[in-house]
């Protein structure tokens, strides 16, 4: 996998999601419609963009003690742990905070943010990067959602990965693009605005398109590693779309740029938000006609042909191992298993 360079030669690597070490135990069964979910998208949430900028029901709603608060802390979320029937901290579970109980915590945050609602119960995220390390503690523990996703119930985790965006975005769009003057928050959270009344540029937030492809020659997947990957790790290819082209030409020539290989019959699998920092990642398939490969970039470590039998009896260790469970790549994975 590779980040297109381009003339400026950017250098960006897709971000591709990094294995833990596990038991493989693929979910070949799972009925069609659990396969098109992914983790970290945000499914019927209702986002209710028509409230964004209705200042009187903001207001309401942070008064409100049914109200959930999402404190973030330099990206991190506040999470608390299921004490399990077993050992270990249990099940990490998204820690929301009543709105009217922590009125403080409203008023000290550098930005809020309408998540949506829940039936009548709004959402918010707040980020709380200003708080000093002390300060942050005594609310909980803030993990990194990168670490914990995966074990989360999968609504909880998509929530955090939608306020994790957002924040990233805000904390990197503090100044205005166009005449370089600080920035505001606008529309709850879904805006920034140029705050020198002679620009008034609005910004609104982005994300980073990634192509993810799922290569097949016959009856074997392609799977490939790249050095910088823990020791076993394997996926799919992977990279950024550039300007100027549409995803299917993202995927045969990013396959091409990696190893050396053209593909033809490209279709759409699925997408998945991709929050680590700010990605949509793009699923397809596609079919090569050889399996010759060439590793030309220098970005693959090393690429190989694989059966289902392969990957059925992946040892899961520092030899060979796949895409963690939360992946769109471990999705198109599981997927080609039960074809």
């Given at each position: 996998m590779i980040a297109p360079t381009g003339p400026a030669g950017s250098g960006r690597r897709a971000p591709h999601p990094i294995s833990r070490p596990s038991s493989f135990q693929p979910s070949i069964f799972w009925p069609k419609t659990e396969m098109q979910t992914l983790f970290y998208a945000t499914g019927d949430f209702d986002r209710r963009a028509d409230r964004r900028e209705d200042q009187i029901w903001l207001r309401e709603r942070l008064r409100d003690p049914s109200s959930r608060l999402y404190p973030l802390w330099h990206m991190r979320h506040l999470i608390a742990h299921e004490v399990g029937s077993g050992h270990g901290l249990g099940v990490p579970r998204a820690m929301a905070l009543d709105a009217r109980q922590h009125a403080d915590l409203v008023a000290r945050a550098e930005t809020i943010i309408l998540l949506g609602v829940d039936g009548e119960v709004a959402h918010f995220a707040l980020d709380l990067s200003s708080l000093d390390e002390q300060s942050a503690?005594?609310?909980?523990?803030?993990?990194?959602?990168?670490?914990?996703?995966?074990?989360?119930?999968?609504?909880?985790?998509?929530?955090?990965?939608?306020?994790?965006?957002?924040?990233?975005?805000?904390?990197?769009?503090?100044?205005?693009?166009?005449?370089?003057?600080?920035?505001?928050?606008?529309?709850?959270?879904?805006?920034?605005?140029?705050?020198?009344?002679?620009?008034s540029t609005v910004q609104f937030p982005?994300?980073?398109?990634?192509?993810?492809?799922?290569?097949?020659?016959?009856?074997?997947?392609?799977?490939?590693?790249?050095?910088?990957?823990?020791?076993?790790?394997?996926?799919?290819?992977?990279?950024?779309?550039?300007?100027?082209?549409?995803?299917?030409?993202?995927?045969?020539?990013?396959?091409?740029?990696?190893?050396?290989?053209?593909?033809?019959?490209?279709?759409?699998?699925?997408?998945?938000?991709?929050?680590?920092?700010?990605?949509?990642?793009?699923?397809?398939?596609?079919?090569?006609?050889?399996?010759?490969?060439?590793?030309?970039?220098?970005?693959?470590?090393?690429?190989?042909?694989?059966?289902?039998?392969?990957?059925?009896?992946?040892?899961?260790?520092?030899?060979?191992?796949?895409?963690?469970?939360?992946?769109?790549?471990?999705?198109?994975?599981?997927?080609?298993l039960r074809l």
């Open positions: 503690a005594t609310l909980g523990e803030f993990q990194e959602l990168r670490a914990i996703g995966a074990l989360m119930p999968q609504r909880e985790g998509a929530l955090l990965a939608y306020a994790r965006g957002l924040a990233y975005w805000h904390q990197r769009h503090r100044y205005c693009g166009t005449c370089g003057a600080p920035t505001e928050v606008k529309a709850a959270g879904h805006q920034r605005q140029c705050t020198d009344q002679a620009c982005r994300t980073d398109p990634a192509v993810i492809m799922r290569v097949t020659c016959g009856n074997r997947i392609l799977m490939a590693r790249q050095a910088m990957w823990p020791q076993g790790m394997h996926s799919v290819l992977a990279g950024f779309v550039e300007p100027g082209e549409s995803l299917e030409d993202a995927v045969i020539r990013e396959v091409l740029e990696e190893v050396g290989v053209r593909v033809r019959n490209v279709r759409y699998f699925a997408s998945q938000p991709w929050p680590f920092p700010a990605s949509l990642m793009l699923g397809f398939t596609a079919e090569a006609d050889d399996e010759t490969l060439h590793l030309q970039d220098g970005e693959i470590e090393e690429a190989r042909w694989m059966t289902r039998l392969d990957l059925l009896n992946s040892p899961e260790d520092a030899t060979f191992r796949l895409p963690r469970t939360d992946s769109i790549s471990r999705r198109l994975i599981e997927d080609w």
